[in-house]
């Protein structure tokens, strides 16, 4: 059984720095892409940043230059530095992950709160 397990998310004040991560365990072959997405209250969950196997990166207009994803194959991890927090961030914020296991498929971790508010 695969598990996806995020974190990090907190409050902080615009300008701040957060690092979410998030974790993917259990009997599994190997891990494809991997991404973040959020959700913000009332609207949908919109794509954040994604990053292949291989580390090639995708962003959203709106966080680039500010967040930057990265992964640790080894560990099977994978990290989101968000700088430069706007309120505009706030959301909760899901890992996502394409996993080859008994059941291939794409998983989601539970989701982690970032509030940015003063």
């Known amino acids: 059984q695969v598990q996806v397990v995020d974190s990090g998310g907190d409050l902080v004040q615009p300008g701040g720095s957060l690092r979410l991560s998030c974790v993917v365990s259990g009997s599994l072959f190997s891990i494809g892409s991997m991404g973040w997405y959020r959700q913000a209250p009332e609207k949908e969950r919109e794509l954040v940043a994604t990053i292949t196997r291989d580390g090639f990166t995708n962003y959203a207009g709106s966080v680039k230059a500010r967040f930057t994803i990265t992964r640790n194959n080894a560990k099977n991890t994978m990290y989101l530095q968000m700088n430069n927090l706007k309120p505009e961030d706030t959301a909760v914020y899901y890992c996502?992950?394409?996993?080859?296991?008994?059941?291939?498929?794409?998983?989601w971790g539970q989701g982690t709160q970032v509030t940015v508010s003063s």
């Open positions: 996502n992950a394409y996993v080859r296991a008994t059941v291939t498929d794409w998983y």
